[in-house]
C-alpha cells in the first residue's frame, strides 16, 4: 500500500531503496531513492559446469547454484547426457536465476551460458585458475583432479 517501503534490484550489485506512492489494479508508483551498494558476493569467482539432470531438477540445480552464490553455470552436453539442453533454455534459466536472486537478497545475477561440450569448456581461457573436478558416484564426492589454468594450457 501507499507510504510502505520496498528494496529493488536489477542485477547489477546495488539495491534501490523505494517508497510505494500509489498502487491500482495493474501499476504501481515507486519514489525510488539513491542507489546503495552492497556486497553479498562470495569473494572470489565460482564457475560450475554440469550437464543437466532430467525433468525439473535441472531449473532447481540453477535455484540453488544461485543460491549458493554460483557466478556462471555452464550447462555442458557429454557423451553420456540424458538431457541435451538447446540454446533456448537458457531464457528460462535466466529468469529461474532472477527469481531465486529475489528469494536470497542476492543483488548480483548469476550468468548462464549456452550449452557446450566438455571438449569446448576444457578450452576455456576465460575460467578461474584453479579448478576442481568432483565425481559424486562414490558414497560423498570426491575431488577427483585439481587443474590449474597452466595444467591446461600445457
Do not use: I
Request: charged share 25%.
Amino acid at each position: 500500500g501507499p507510504d510502505e517501503a520496498v528494496t529493488l534490484f536489477c542485477g547489477d550489485g546495488f539495491e534501490y531503496p523505494a517508497v510505494v506512492v500509489a498502487v491500482d489494479r495493474k501499476r504501481v508508483a515507486l519514489h525510488v531513492g539513491e542507489a546503495v551498494a552492497v556486497d553479498r558476493e562470495l569473494g572470489f569467482e565460482m564457475v560450475v559446469a554440469s550437464a543437466v539432470p532430467k525433468g525439473d531438477r535441472g531449473d532447481y540445480l540453477v535455484e540453488k547454484l544461485t543460491e549458493l552464490g554460483a557466478t556462471r553455470f555452464v550447462p555442458l552436453t557429454t557423451v553420456r547426457s540424458v538431457v541435451r539442453p538447446k540454446p533456448e533454455a537458457v531464457p528460462k534459466w535466466e529468469r529461474a536465476v532472477v527469481e531465486a536472486s529475489k528469494q536470497c537478497g542476492r543483488n548480483w545475477l548469476m550468468a548462464v551460458d549456452a550449452p557446450t561440450t566438455w571438449s569446448a569448456f576444457l578450452g576455456r581461457t576465460d575460467l578461474p585458475a584453479t579448478r576442481f573436478v568432483l565425481d559424486t558416484s562414490s558414497a560423498g564426492a570426491t575431488v577427483l583432479a585439481t587443474v590449474t589454468a597452466e595444467s591446461v594450457r600445457a
